[in-house]
């Protein structure tokens, strides 16, 4: 009878399979022999491959729970303590010399594990940070794994957002993706009936300034002159901030450095009413413009001639009427309603405008309005003229002298005037007194020759055709000088010897015969 020699190594009696799906559970045999591979049955040791350990039975250690997970080719190898050392598969190792107190080991024939059953996703290729508009790069790649985290060889579509992918070898690349909006941000893909899979965190900037945009739009009304605000951000096109921009934005004649990409307009104001929007420009940007914002006037400020008067004619309404309008003090019309004077004519303002109709001046002359109201500033109209009407009448402008003497000459003065007492410039009437007559030169005839040859009061009377008749003041003529004698009672015949009756009288007279008392 043989017995086996002294325990020297270790053996696989039974070997690994060669194949077994990441997992599951297989078994091996593991023999402690001699030198000559006699399995030594007394023998009692603690073997272990991987992580498991079984001590022998009659030199036999049996592993029944083997697990691999991770998708490879193996060689599981089995070590033992003490005198034992290691050798490998006839094939691929040599014994080595055994060592005190050296371990030994000895190696499978090779075991292919293959993936379980898809169960899950994974990213292989997370994403990297990126610039809004560009797609990530390099492009994430998600694997179909088994639970154990093998790749398993399938073609089922992963969708990531909305865009889905066919795994090839079990791979989904995802060449494409774009996020245009910048922030922070995490994948998330997904495949019916597995799980899904987050990616690590990745950060979108935005790419270079492209736009203006306005962030804070302007209020919707505001009252004139008041200030108002407005925040215009600095964009790239996909309309993200360029947090990095300190570009100049002017809108109107404000100009504002934008701080992180945006500028903040906190003292705007426009002073005439209306509906505006505004435009923000920028070089090299495109302009924004805002929505629309309506001015309405302020409080009622002062009064200003819109229409102003026209040239017109003595007692006629003046044409155009004067129109005037109760502004703020930027020069906008109010709805006020309020009494506003000019001259002598009190009007009351429809939505702030006094139209004064019936504004008449009876004098020719040059003139200015002034149109006024409690509270508001005073306005005053441009120069206008008056000029006189047709010619009307007639009037004495200088009277005969009250006293003349009979036949010596005095003078008087007669204007062509219209019906308010204008003297009517352009008339060259022809205008007569007595048996005098003058033609007008600019609208007046002066009389340097009129007299009286009786003795008498008297007033004077002009006449022109067409013209209403003027009278003069009373003019008293006394006798000249003493100039001859005449019988102001002729004697009549009588009888010799008596005084002639009636008496002759004989007056003293001047040259006309005016007795010179």
């Known amino acids: 009878t043989i017995s086996a020699a002294t325990a020297y190594q270790l053996g696989f009696s039974t070997e690994p399979p060669s194949s077994v799906t990441a997992g599951a559970s297989f078994g091996a045999s593991v023999q402690v022999q001699d030198r000559y591979g006699n399995l030594v049955s007394s023998a009692s040791k603690s073997i272990t491959i991987g992580s498991t350990s079984r001590t ?13 997970t991770t998708a490879g080719v193996y060689t599981p190898t089995a070590t033992a303590s003490a005198v034992i050392i290691a050798v490998s598969t006839p094939l691929t190792v040599t014994p080595a010399i055994a060592k005190p107190s ?46 154990y985290g093998n790749v398993v060889a399938s073609t089922s579509g992963v969708t990531i957002g909305s865009t889905t992918v066919n795994a090839v070898a079990g791979v989904a690349t995802f060449p494409n993706l774009v996020y245009t909006t910048a922030g922070t941000f995490t994948l998330t893909a997904t495949s019916p009936g597995l799980t899904s899979a987050v990616s690590n965190q990745f950060t979108i900037t935005a790419a270079s300034g492209s736009k203006l945009a306005f962030s804070t739009q302007p209020p919707a009304s505001k009252t004139a002159g008041a200030t108002f605000s407005a925040v215009v951000q600095v964009q790239d096109s996909n309309g993200n901030v360029v947090a990095g921009s300190t570009a100049a934005i002017t809108i109107g004649s404000t100009t504002v450095n934008a701080v992180a990409g945006v500028a903040t307009f906190s003292s705007l104001s426009i002073a005439t009413a209306g509906t505006y929007t505004l435009t923000a420009t920028s070089p090299g940007l495109s302009n924004a413009v805002s929505t629309s914002i309506t001015i309405t006037a302020a409080t009622a400020s002062k009064l200003v001639f819109t229409t102003q008067p026209g040239s ?28 506003v004077t000019a001259g002598t004519s ?74 308010n007492g204008n003297l009517v410039s352009g008339s060259t009437a022809q205008v007569t007194i007595g048996s005098t007559s003058v033609s007008a030169v600019a609208g007046v005839a002066t009389f340097s020759t009129l007299s009286f040859n009786t003795v008498g009061t008297y007033t004077l009377t002009a006449t022109s055709t067409g013209l209403a008749n003027a ?33 002759p009288v004989v007056a003293v007279q001047d040259a006309y015969g005016n007795l010179v008392s």
């Not at 017109?312 to 009494?339: I, R």
């Open 102 to 147: 050296s371990a030994s080991r000895t190696v499978s024939t090779p075991v292919t594990v293959t993936p379980a059953l898809a169960a899950k996703l994974a990213f292989a290729v997370q994403p990297t940070s990126g610039t809004a508009g560009d797609a990530l790069s390099p492009a994430p790649a998600v694997a179909i794994q088994d639970t």
């Open 346 to 419: 009190t009007v009351t303002s429809v939505s702030g405008v006094a139209t004064f109709s019936n504004v008449v001046f009876t004098t020719a002359g040059n003139y200015t309005l002034t149109a006024s109201s409690s509270g508001l500033a005073s306005a005053v109209s441009d120069p206008f003229t008056i000029s006189p009407g047709n010619g009307s009448k007639l009037a004495f402008t200088t009277q005969p002298p009250a006293t003349g003497t009979a036949g010596v000459a005095f003078g008087a003065v007669v204007q062509i005037q219209d019906s």
């Open 312 to 339: 017109g004619t003595a007692g006629q309404p003046l044409s155009p009427a004067p129109v005037v309008q109760v502004q703020d003090a930027y020069g906008n019309l109010t709805k006020s309603t309020v009494s």
């Open 471 to 503: 009278t003069s003041n009373s003019i008293t003529i006394s006798a000249g000088a003493a100039a001859q004698l005449a019988f102001t009672t002729q004697p009549s015949s009588g009888t010799a010897g008596q005084a002639l009756s009636p008496a």
């Open 56 to 68: 022998t039975v009659s030199g036999v250690a049996t592993f029944t729970n083997l697990q691999l």
